[in-house]
Nanobody, 115 residues
Framework: QEQLVESGGGLVQAGGSLRLSCVAS????????MGWYRQVPGKQRELIAR???????YYADSVKGRFTISRDNAKNTVYLQMNSLKPEDTAVYYC???????WGWGQGTQVTVSS
């Protein structure tokens, strides 16, 4: 049974930085296209960054130039370095496979950016 555990969120002032981590267990992590998603109350979860098994990355326009996704396949971990944070980045952040079928969602990690 695959399991995803996100961590690293918190409260930060606008302009600050956070680094999120997501550890996957119970799966062959390295072969999958992985993504970071975020969700605010009342809105759909959105994909903001993804990374191939080989390290090719893609970013949504809303985070391009500020966020960096990376992965350590030996540690079954995907990271999201978030710089120049804005209040509109406030959300619960999740990781998961990008392609279907996705694994069960973890609990996410809350990021709150104060102005």
């Amino acid at each position: 049974q695959e399991q995803l555990v996100e961590s690293g969120g918190g409260l930060v002032q606008a302009g600050g930085s956070l680094r999120l981590s997501c550890v996957a267990s119970g799966t062959i992590f390295s072969i999958y296209l992985m993504g970071w998603y975020r969700q605010v109350p009342g809105k759909q979860r959105e994909l903001i960054a993804r990374i191939t098994s080989g390290g090719t990355t893609y970013y949504a326009d809303s985070v391009k130039g500020r966020f960096t996704i990376s992965r350590d396949n030996a540690k079954n971990t995907v990271y999201l370095q978030m710089n120049s944070l804005k209040p509109e980045d406030t959300a619960v952040y999740y990781c998961n496979k990008v392609r279907l079928p996705q694994w069960g969602w973890g609990q996410g990690t809350q990021v709150t950016v104060s102005s």
